[in-house]
């Protein structure tokens, strides 16, 4: 590409290629993923639009604080394995927070090109670079730090369990990832869908946690098999706590226990088990229904939607809301809406209704309509009287948000926890109440993001890091 070609490129604010995706009507049926990704030629053309700003908004908006410029030039100069090697000493889930990171809200919102035109495609680059190397054998496993002789637990092996783990590896501390599922992965293996997220990738991205020598613990429930004090007082001279936000929240509405009604917990684990993509001893009994109504309006909602339309049934979403209230990514309802989904928007979930056998037989709704902005100027909803009506349905997906499962601080009784069932840190050092015990993630935060827990995994692991050096945490106060 000559140099005024790219002159005008970086200009133009526009991105040369869209990335090419799988056909709707096609896409509805299947499990395949969505989006295709980008060629060689399109990364190459895309990553040239990179201004390389000598102070980079998108870095600064990026959790993980991932040097976004500089894996961009590299794929720019066509060295995706260097671009590659550079994201990976920063982030152990490349090819996953290319999928299914919010970029739009984080990265390529902050993006100056974005200003007036289409911010640099820095989530795609990203998959780009990930996928380039995993596809061609040209990965590269980061160096080590010489053994320090100290042992880190890691507690849960989802995203914040993973990026503390691989952080401390790399530290050259000894690390063992305790699991209380069959797969390591977390909501990125059971929660997130084959067609957004492909599990053969998740099983990859661990891998390398095993190739710096992570021990990774299945089927190990902490909390039951053993408690926190138990592992710190079996050697352990570190622990951290990213166990996530596996607790379902429910309406509380009337026949809400009737057969037919799930959690997008079970219902999303249920489809990722039952079509065996890394589970091929682990299948479950399909749900059959000819109608799913899914209530809720966040990605996980979307992702609910979405797989009842590839379980072969009507898909319906129910948010009480408008549609630009809704938490999910853009990209995902627009995904939602182009493979039939029916949207009821400003709708709200009154009841269940079930037959003689307990069995769902529709959902009793009403009307909602939007009222006076409250102080952050947000719309609330009023019900509109006398709106009831009843979606008639077999099955119910309830999405609604989850909370972190009580058994850890259950069974430790130095460990605090806040009003809202999360634990109790340090907002600066991510340490609990207890001494070198840390945590992160949605066990932390609530239900979040993805890149939000790694964020605080980081964060947390750099904090380990200084613990176990016998550094101060925090500056003395002066």
């Known amino acids: 590409m000559s140099e005024n070609t790219v002159k005008k490129l970086k200009a133009s604010g526009l991105p040369r290629h869209a990335m090419p ?16 990704g980008f060629s060689l030629e399109m990364a190459m053309d895309e990553a040239t639009r990179c201004l390389r700003c000598p102070k980079p908004r998108c870095v600064a908006a990026c959790p993980v604080n991932i040097r976004i410029p500089d894996f961009i030039d590299s794929i720019a100069n066509g060295n995706i394995q260097e671009a590659a090697i550079k994201l990976k000493k920063q982030s152990a889930l490349s090819a996953v927070c290319g999928r299914v990171c919010p970029q739009e809200l984080q990265c390529e ?15 795609s680059l990203e998959r780009f670079a990930a996928d380039y190397v995993r596809q061609n054998n040209l990965e590269k496993i980061p160096e080590k730090a010489a053994p320090t002789g100290k042992r880190v637990a890691i507690i849960g092996c989802g995203p914040a369990g993973i990026t503390a783990a691989l ?13 209380g599922l069959h797969f390591p992965g977390g909501v990125l293996m059971y929660g997130i869908p084959q067609f957004r997220l492909p599990k053969e990738i998740v099983l990859h991205e661990v891998n390398t946690l095993k190739s710096l020598g992570v021990k990774i613990h299945l089927n190990h429930l902490i909390g039951k098999m053993q408690t926190v004090d138990e592992l710190l007082a079996s050697g352990f001279d570190a622990v951290f706590i990213g166990s996530g936000a596996g607790l379902p929240n429910f309406m509380g509405i009337p026949g809400e226990n009737s057969v037919g009604v799930f959690s997008a917990n079970e219902f999303l684990t249920r ?17 059959k229904a000819k109608h799913i109504v899914t209530i809720g309006g966040g990605n996980v909602a979307m ?9 072969g049934a009507k898909s319906t979403l129910v948010y009480r809301r408008a549609r630009e209230q809704m938490p999910a990514r853009a990209e995902e309802v627009h995904h939602a809406e182009q493979e039939g989904v029916n949207f009821q928007l400003l709708t709200a979930p009154k009841r269940v209704v079930a037959d003689e056998n307990g069995r769902v037989i529709g ?3 009403s009307k909602m309509e939007l009222g006076e902005p409250d102080a952050s ?17 077999d099955a119910i997906v309830v999405s609604i948000g989850n909370r972190p499962n009580p058994l850890i601080p259950m069974t430790c009784k130095n460990l605090k926890t806040t009003k809202k069932g999360t634990l109790e840190i340090n907002p600066n050092t991510l340490e609990t109440s207890m001494k070198g015990v840390f945590a992160g993630g949605d066990v932390v935060s609530g239900a979040a993001t993805v890149i939000s827990a790694m964020g605080q995994a980081k964060k ?8 176990l050096r016998g550094e101060p945490l925090e500056p003395a106060q002066e």
């Open 377 to 393: 100027g947000r719309r609330g909803v009023v019900e509109i009287p006398n709106s009831e009506f009843v979606i008639d349905c």
């Open 271 to 287: 489809f990722n088990l039952m079509k065996a993509y890394a589970f091929p001893t682990y299948g479950t009994t399909p749900i």
């Open 21 to 36: 995706e799988q056909n709707p009507k096609k896409r509805a049926a299947n499990f395949e993923e969505v989006p295709y």
């Open 363 to 365: 959902l009793e709704c």
């Open 109 to 123: 919102g902050s993006c100056v090109l974005g200003i007036k035109g289409k911010p640099v495609a820095i989530g």
């Open 303 to 311: 992702d609910s939607a979405r797989t009842a339309l590839r379980a």
């Open 167 to 179: 952080d401390t590896a790399l530290a050259g501390h000894e690390v063992e990832i305790f699991e």
């Open 460 to 467: 947390a692991a750099l904090s380990i890091n200084k613990y």
